[in-house]
Nanobody
Framework: QVQVAESGGGSVRSGDSLRLSCVAS?????MGWFRRDPGKEHEFVAA????????LYADSVKGRFTISRDAAKNTVQLQMNGLKPEDTAVYFC???????????????????WGPGTQVTVSS
């Protein structure tokens, strides 16, 4: 089973940028980013298909966030620009390994999750 770990979170102000990184122990079909506020369910943010590098984004982050990969390093990044207070959440990197068909935007399609990294955006 692939293990993943996120990094790069922090506290920023509205309009600032952050770049999250996810290191995976191995290759999986899809990699995704989700976020969660305390007491809430995971919200889809972005996903990437290793083969071809096709990306998928939630409507709330389109045009602001960019997901990318480095196949040689088994890493996935999430560049977040134009951050807003509503982006505040714990961000999780996740790997999909059960053969789900693209596109994958549901949490149940991902089986390996990192511990999360906090992103806080103030006004």
């Amino acid at each position: 089973q692939v293990q993943v770990a996120e990094s790069g979170g922090g506290s920023v102000r509205s309009g600032d940028s952050l770049r999250l990184s996810c290191v995976a122990s191995g290759r999986s079909d899809f990699m995704g980013w989700f976020r969660r506020d305390p007491g809430k369910e995971h919200e889809f943010v972005a996903a990437l298909r290793w083969t071809g590098g096709e990306a998928l984004y939630a409507d709330s982050v389109k045009g602001r966030f960019t997901i990318s990969r480095d196949a040689a390093k088994n890493t996935v990044q999430l560049q977040m620009n134009g951050l807003k207070p509503e982006d505040t959440a714990v961000y999780f990197c996740a790997a999909s390994e059960y053969g789900w068909a693209w596109p994958t935007r549901n949490s149940y399609e991902y089986t390996s999750w990192g511990p999360g990294t906090q992103v806080t955006v103030s006004s």
